[in-house]
């Protein structure tokens, strides 16, 4: 019996894995359709989506405040997940997500300066957070490669500093302009409520361009995985392919971070459930990553914004809530793995 669920899963498996997940996506988002201080029947749901007008009700909510918002998560949950995947690739680390080693928080930051200092250039903040979440992602890079072998619990320890001062200065500076600044502590802990049509314009063109560059390098960053000098014996520049997925995943965690705040966890979670099924193949590590981190926060929003009515959370509360524990069972794991691997 053990043999048999050790066993791999074939490509064809995979794939329809990957089928699957993207129908469990289309069941939340009906679900979060529906759900809401205002719920409507499945079949106005439908009817809505066949396009026929249905009540007006339902068109204005639906149409204009659900849908868009779901929409949103979607598309910043599938950036998060992919971010993860790639910075995990990079960073031969299992531990590295866009929150925890300051992508998101770098991405926070550098939003929050241009909404400070060039309050007026609202479109400059997607290429402002992207800005931030690269250079945030390149200092980690440099410390990997400073720390070499020993880099993964070191990586961990300087990435949450890294992020928790970065934080502190996002703080501070909503803080000090707090009468001027549109924006509330719930951008911080990250959060879809009000998204419209406007913001899932704002992050689908990097979506769409970022994830799809992402899946074509996958085979390159499988290569990675094996190590620098076999990649670079079958004719892979290291430098080159770690710079242009250090790039994707900057282009995914600061768009995401520019719509949605500094949501955290779901680029750890999401691609380690992947790689649990699917193992470490890109190939199919990736789009399986994309859809889980999407799946994960569509399911967190609803459940933020239905569980505590007439309250509605921050959806970064419910995803630190999951992913925390998550963390340090892993981390755990890798102290563990680490531990007897220096006794043998």
Not at 194 to 201: D, E
Not at 245 to 264: D, K, N, P, R
Not at 265 to 286: E, K, M, S, W, Y
Request: aromatic share 6%; hydrophobic share 55%.
């Amino acid at each position: 019996m053990k043999n048999v669920l050790r066993r791999p899963m074939t490509a064809r498996a995979k794939t329809m894995l990957i089928f699957l997940s993207a129908l469990a996506l289309g069941a939340v988002t009906l679900i979060g359709l529906v759900s809401g201080t205002i719920r409507f029947s499945l079949e106005e749901v439908l009817v809505w989506m066949s396009g026929h007008a249905g009540n007006d009700l339902a068109v204005q909510i639906l149409g204009n405040v659900r849908m868009p918002r779901i929409i949103t998560g979607i598309l910043v949950g599938m950036n998060l997940g992919v971010a993860g995947v790639l910075l995990q690739g990079v960073l031969h680390n299992p531990m590295a997500s866009p929150n925890i080693i300051g992508v998101n928080a770098g991405a926070g930051l550098a939003a929050v300066v241009v909404m400070t200092v060039f309050p007026g250039r609202v479109p400059m903040i997607p290429a402002a957070s992207f800005l931030g979440a690269l250079l945030t992602a390149t200092l980690i890079c440099s410390l990997s490669a400073a720390f070499g072998k020993s880099r993964t619990v070191h990586i961990v320890l300087a990435g949450i500093a890294v992020s928790n001062l970065m934080s502190a200065v996002t703080s501070g500076l909503m803080t000090i302009n707090s009468d001027t600044l549109d924006i509330t502590y719930s951008w911080l802990l990250g959060s879809l409520s009000g998204k419209s049509w406007a913001a899932v314009q704002s992050i689908l063109p990097y979506s769409v361009a970022a994830l799809a560059l992402s899946a074509f390098i996958s085979p390159k960053i499988n290569l990675l995985t094996l190590g620098e000098e076999m990649a670079e014996s079958v004719g892979l520049s290291v430098k080159v392919c770690r710079m242009i997925a250090l790039l994707f995943a900057a282009i995914l965690a600061g768009s995401a971070v520019s719509v949605a705040g500094t949501i955290g966890f779901i680029g750890l979670i999401a691609p380690h459930a992947a790689r649990l099924l699917v193992g470490n193949d890109h190939r199919f590590l990736v789009p399986l990553s994309a859809l889980f981190g999407a799946l994960l926060l569509a399911a967190s929003d609803t459940i933020a914004r239905t569980v505590f009515l007439p309250v509605e959370l921050s959806v970064g509360i419910i995803t630190s809530v999951l992913g925390a524990p998550f963390f340090l069972v892993l981390l755990c794991r890798k102290g563990k793995a680490e531990s007897v691997r220096r006794m043998k």
